[in-house]
């Protein structure tokens, strides 16, 4: 099975989509159990691991497997996963920090605002701005999907596209909002 795993995936990194689907099918939700065993954050195995078929598409003419494609994309979702901890431990400890400051320069201005008024406030203008400056169909999926809470499936067929386009738009999105926002969901998430 590995050597022909092994032809599959040299199709795909010929661009073959039928090739891709295969993979997607067979070990997205392998990877995303083994992943969230890891981190035991269903959001961030999610991403993770659509991160990984993303990037594996994105780079199927670049990537060379060595043993199987089950190997490489176990290593890859556990890689990956480490460095998630790792950025996760220094994020927080940033955020302690920055949060720490903030507490300090409202008892200093003596505001009369609660802090959590203000970061709630500024999380919603950055959310909106970081919204729109998404792509069209970009926007349009994560729309759909995260605030009026359509499944993949549904959102596929409404847009007449199909739910790997869902997923991998919705990856977009989820990537891009996150680099935008990063710094105001620590201190979301500290604030609670």
Same mark, same amino acid.
């Given at each position: 099975?590995?050597?022909?795993? #092994? ?11 039928? &090739?891709?689907?295969? !993979? @997607? ?5 392998? /990877? ?6 890891? /981190?035991?954050?269903?959001?961030? &195995?999610?991403? #993770?691991?659509?991160?990984? !078929? ?15 494609? &089950? $190997?490489? !994309? ?9 460095? %998630?901890?790792? %950025?996760? +431990? ?5 955020? *302690?920090?920055?949060?720490?400051? $903030? @507490?300090?320069? #409202? ?5 009369? !605002? ?11 203008? +950055? ?5 729109? +400056? ?6 349009? #999926?994560?729309?759909?999907?995260? =605030? ?7 959102? $596929?067929?409404? =847009? ?9 738009? /919705? /990856?977009? $999105?989820?990537?891009? =909002? ?5 710094? =105001?969901?620590?201190? *979301? @998430?500290?604030?609670?």
């Amino acid at each position: 099975m590995t050597t022909n795993e #092994i032809e599959i995936f040299r199709k795909m990194s010929r661009g073959d989509e039928g &090739a891709f689907e295969y !993979f @997607f099918k067979k070990y997205y939700g392998r /990877l995303y159990n083994y992943c969230y065993d890891l /981190l035991k954050d269903s959001l961030a &195995a999610e991403e #993770i691991v659509e991160e990984l !078929f993303f990037r594996v598409w994105e780079k199927r003419d670049q990537i060379v497997v060595q043993t199987s494609p &089950a $190997a490489y !994309f176990y290593r890859t979702v556990y890689n990956n996963s480490l460095n %998630h901890l790792k %950025h996760k +431990k220094v994020e927080d400890k940033f955020l *302690l920090y920055q949060t720490h400051q $903030a @507490f300090e320069e #409202i008892e200093k201005a003596n505001n009369s !605002f609660p802090l959590s008024t203000l970061i709630e406030k500024e999380y919603e203008i +950055k959310l909106q701005n970081s919204i729109e +400056k998404l792509p069209d169909q970009c926007r349009q #999926i994560f729309v759909m999907s995260r =605030l009026e809470g359509k499944k993949n499936k549904e959102i $596929a067929e409404i =847009l007449e596209v199909s739910v790997n386009t869902v997923k991998t738009q /919705l /990856l977009r $999105a989820l990537t891009r =909002l996150q680099k935008d926002l990063k710094h =105001l969901l620590v201190v *979301l @998430f500290f604030k609670n």
